[in-house]
C-alpha cells in the first residue's frame, strides 16, 4: 500500500508574514513556526540545527526569560504555549538555512517562500513609513488650517449676529 503525503497547512504570504517579527532589531522566526512549516517537529528542527552548528552559528539565538515573557503576553506565542525552555527564533538566513539540513519534500518550497515573504517586508516597510510620515504631515497642516478656519467661522458669526437696536427714546 503506497504511503499517504503528510498534510500540511495551506500556506500564503500573508500567513508566513504574520510569523515573521522584530527582535533584538532583526526580523525572525520562532522555532516552532517553522517546524510547522517545514512540516517537521520543533523538536527534530532544533536537533538538525544542533547536528550543524556552524552553519547557523549567527542566524540562530535562544530568547530571554523577559523577551519569551513579552512575547507571550503579545499573545504572539499563544498556540505556543507549555514549554519548558525559551524558544529559538531564526534569522533571515536561519530559515534559508533549514532547508540544507532538513530532508524534507517540502523544505526547498517553503525556503522560497520565507525568503519571498521576508524580500516583500524589506521592499515595504520603509514605504509604509514614509507613508506614515506624510500622514502625520498632513494632520499637522490640517490642524492648522483647522484652527484658521475656526477662527474665519466665528468672525462671520459675530458679523451675522444682529446688532441690538437702540430704542427710540421717547421726549427730549
Given at each position: ?15 508566513i508574514?504574520?510569523?515573521i ?12 513556526d ?13 536537533q ?6 556552524t ?5 540562530v ?19 505556543h504555549?507549555?514549554r ?29 517562500m ?6 516583500w ?16 504631515e498632513?494632520?499637522?497642516a490640517?490642524?492648522k488650517?483647522?484652527?484658521a ?12 449676529i ?11
Amino acid at each position: 500500500m503506497k504511503e499517504k503525503p503528510p498534510e500540511y497547512p495551506a500556506l500564503t504570504m500573508d500567513a508566513i508574514v504574520q510569523r515573521i517579527f522584530e527582535l533584538r532589531g532583526q526580523r525572525v522566526m520562532l522555532d516552532a513556526d517553522l517546524a510547522v512549516l517545514y512540516g517537521v517537529s520543533t523538536k527534530a528542527l532544533l536537533q538538525a540545527v544542533r547536528r550543524n552548528p556552524t552553519r547557523f552559528e549567527s542566524f540562530v539565538f535562544q530568547l530571554s526569560t523577559k523577551e519569551w515573557g513579552v512575547l507571550r503576553s503579545q499573545n504572539v506565542t499563544s498556540k505556543h504555549g507549555g514549554r519548558r525552555y525559551s524558544p529559538y527564533v531564526f534569522t533571515e538566513h536561519g530559515a534559508l538555512m533549514l532547508s540544507s539540513v532538513l530532508k524534507s519534500a517540502r523544505a526547498e518550497e517553503i525556503s522560497r517562500m520565507i525568503i519571498r515573504a521576508f524580500v516583500w517586508l524589506r521592499q515595504t516597510i520603509p514605504a509604509y513609513k514614509e507613508l506614515a510620515a506624510k500622514v502625520a504631515e498632513l494632520e499637522s497642516a490640517v490642524g492648522k488650517h483647522d484652527a484658521a478656519l475656526n477662527d474665519i467661522i466665528e468672525t462671520l458669526r459675530q458679523l451675522i449676529i444682529p446688532p441690538d437696536k437702540e430704542k427710540r427714546r421717547i421726549g427730549f
